[in-house]
């Protein structure tokens, strides 16, 4: 009977770690809550306020505007202080601000113009929150962990994007869009509760009178230059960046496209992306097994080439019979997206020093989540100026050559996880704060020929 248990216990450390699975547990139910309100927020838009395309576009803009004018500044902050406070206040302001559309929909008074200024302050504290949280793993859990660790994670949000939809529109078919999305405010508060009791202590940087607080823009260009000038961070904020653009072109549209030309019930959306999202549970589950077999590169560059195939399935979609098209093909991006940013993901906390995870993670996050308000912009745009089916082949199509920065790159070479780089004060400056990697191939995957074959 013990070896079977043995057996059949969950595998890895982690299983073993109180904190991790603290963290873990807590932003599990976050993550669930927030697939509520993905879907109940745009559904307000759409039938409650029956906004126009371009309007309707601007809601999902303002939900990532903040990652381009706030993500730099707060990568310093987040390097400055500590990480698990910045967590718990960004849960607790999210909570209050949701609460208030339900409530103001409750008095008569719920306006558009409330939806989208909770859409850029809620986006206000997710930069904080993101930028902490990627920089909060690395610290909390050892370095040959970290696969481990956002696999787990990633796992999760994948488990959630299953049951998450189909909740959704369950309870906006029950108690209306407003009124569903307490669920998602209730579940910030029971993630601030798990984090609360999380043990171990971060050490902040010594300070002294004779070593005063560095002025804020040389520490955002230190991080800047830390992706901008490493030739494998640089190929992937470039092919992550891409697909965020296109992919924000199409799916800025796509609610809009099934509701009004589609013309899918909450429950059928709901169920799309719930069915659709099996692939990224099966991407979180395998991704371990992947890198290790073909390597870290091929188990970034793969993945990258399947999300960008999958994207063809929303225009192709028959209008008679869209449900199955819809499906596969948000199988397929969800595959491909999640075994993707667990090992990229990955990279780029093992190769960057403790000292610089905050800004590193908040460049990266300005790069490559600033083009989401973009794409969200011009697929509102495109679709107002040549209708919504058109909007959606222009996000397929331009997203399709976005996994050509990794496959092309360096990036497709690396072989087993690198050790941290910690540059040198002479190096660094030298460097502009950067410095180059050696040649990470310790167990090299498959030839590039092979991996394209």
């Given at each position: ?19 991790f ?8 139910i ?117 696969i ?17 939809p ?10 209306t ?13 029971v ?21 005063p ?62 069915a ?50 819809l499906?596969?093909?948000?199988f ?79 990036v ?8 941290t ?23 090299p ?9």
């Amino acid at each position: 009977m013990s070896d079977l248990c043995r057996r059949l216990a969950p595998k890895g450390a982690l299983w073993r770690h109180p904190d991790f699975l603290k963290l873990w547990t807590g932003q599990s139910i976050s993550e669930l809550g927030s697939q509520v309100s993905q879907l109940a927020i745009p559904w307000v838009a759409a039938v409650v306020l029956h906004v126009s395309p371009f309007v309707f576009s601007l809601l999902a803009t303002l939900g990532f505007l903040p990652f381009i004018i706030f993500a730099l500044p707060a990568g310093v902050w987040v390097d400055r202080l500590r990480r698990r406070p910045i967590l718990i206040f960004g849960d607790v302001g999210r909570a209050v601000l949701l609460a208030t559309i339900p409530v103001a929909y409750g008095f008569g008074v719920l306006t558009v113009w409330q939806l989208l200024a909770v859409q850029f302050v809620v986006g206000i504290f997710t930069v904080f929150f993101d930028v902490a949280y990627q920089s909060y793993l690395p610290f909390l859990v050892d370095r040959e962990h970290l696969i481990e660790g956002n696999a787990k994670l990633q796992l999760t949000v994948s488990v959630a994007q299953v049951a998450g939809p189909s909740l959704s529109g369950g309870l906006i078919a029950a108690i209306t869009a407003p009124y569903a999305i307490v669920a998602d405010a209730i579940s910030y508060v029971v993630s601030m509760a798990f984090m609360i009791p999380i043990r171990k202590q971060e050490v902040l940087p010594e300070r002294t009178a004779d070593t005063p607080r560095p002025a804020m823009l040389p520490e955002v260009k230190e991080g800047l230059n830390w992706v901008l000038k490493n030739r494998f961070l640089r190929s992937i904020a470039g092919c992550t960046g891409t697909a965020n653009f296109f992919g924000s072109i199409a799916f800025a549209i796509f609610v809009l496209y099934a509701v009004r030309t589609l013309h899918l019930s909450s429950v059928e959306v709901g169920g799309t992306f719930a069915a659709g999202s099996v692939g990224a549970i099966l991407g979180a589950l395998v991704v371990n097994r992947m890198q290790a077999a073909i390597g870290v590169g091929p188990a970034i560059v793969l993945p990258a080439v399947l999300s960008s195939i999958g994207g063809l399935a929303f225009p192709l979609a028959p209008r008679a019979f869209p449900l199955p098209v819809l499906i596969v093909g948000f199988f397929v991006v969800q595959f491909g997206a999640i075994a993707y940013n667990i090992t990229q993901v990955s990279l780029r906390q093992a190769i960057t020093p403790e000292r610089l995870q905050g800004r590193m993670n908040a460049a990266m996050r300005w790069i490559v989540w600033g083009t989401i308000p973009l794409g969200t912009l011009a697929g509102g745009g495109l679709a107002t100026a040549f209708g919504l089916h058109t909007g959606l082949w222009i996000g397929a199509v331009g997203g399709l050559f976005s996994f050509l920065f990794v496959a092309l790159s360096p990036v497709r070479s690396i072989g087993a996880m690198p050790d941290t780089l910690e540059p040198t004060s002479a190096q660094a400056e030298a460097a502009g704060g950067v410095v180059e990697p050696a040649p990470m191939i310790v167990e090299p995957g498959p030839p590039a020929a092979d991996l394209e074959a």
